[in-house]
């Protein structure tokens, strides 16, 4: 009888050591999961009914409006030339010679 019991004793040993690493250890800090990201996005929510109103959003005439977006679409076609900023200071001296 004792050659089956030390045959089985190994396996459970295995079977018992997967099934910890299967438990939760963090039970606290797993229930607050995600909590950070909702009130991230709650504290940036300034009005959460803003879609549901039809009242227009006062504070830009509608000629400061309009010459804005003609310059935003304006981008588009004829993007900023990219700046080279591996040059940015190369050359300037800052000793004091």
């Keep these: 009888m004792r050659t089956k019991l030390s045959?089985?004793?190994?396996g459970v040993g295995v079977l018992v050591a997967a099934l910890a690493g299967c438990a939760s250890h963090t039970p606290v800090l797993d229930s607050k999961f995600g909590a950070a990201l909702s009130s991230a996005m709650?504290?940036?929510?300034i009005d959460a009914d803003a879609?549901?109103?039809a009242?227009?959003?006062i504070g830009i005439d509608g000629d400061a409006?309009?010459?804005s977006m003609e310059r935003y679409k304006a981008t588009?076609?004829?993007p900023p030339a990219p700046v080279n900023v591996f040059n940015i200071g190369v050359g300037s001296s800052t000793g004091g010679r």
Excluded: D
């Excluded at 045959?7 to 190994?10: K, L």
């Excluded at 709650?42 to 929510?45: E, G, K, M, Y």
């Design 7 to 10: 045959t089985w004793a190994p």
């Design 42 to 45: 709650v504290a940036q929510t």
């Design 51 to 53: 879609g549901r109103k």
């Design 55 to 57: 009242a227009p959003v």
């Design 65 to 67: 409006a309009a010459s």
């Design 76 to 78: 588009f076609k004829s």
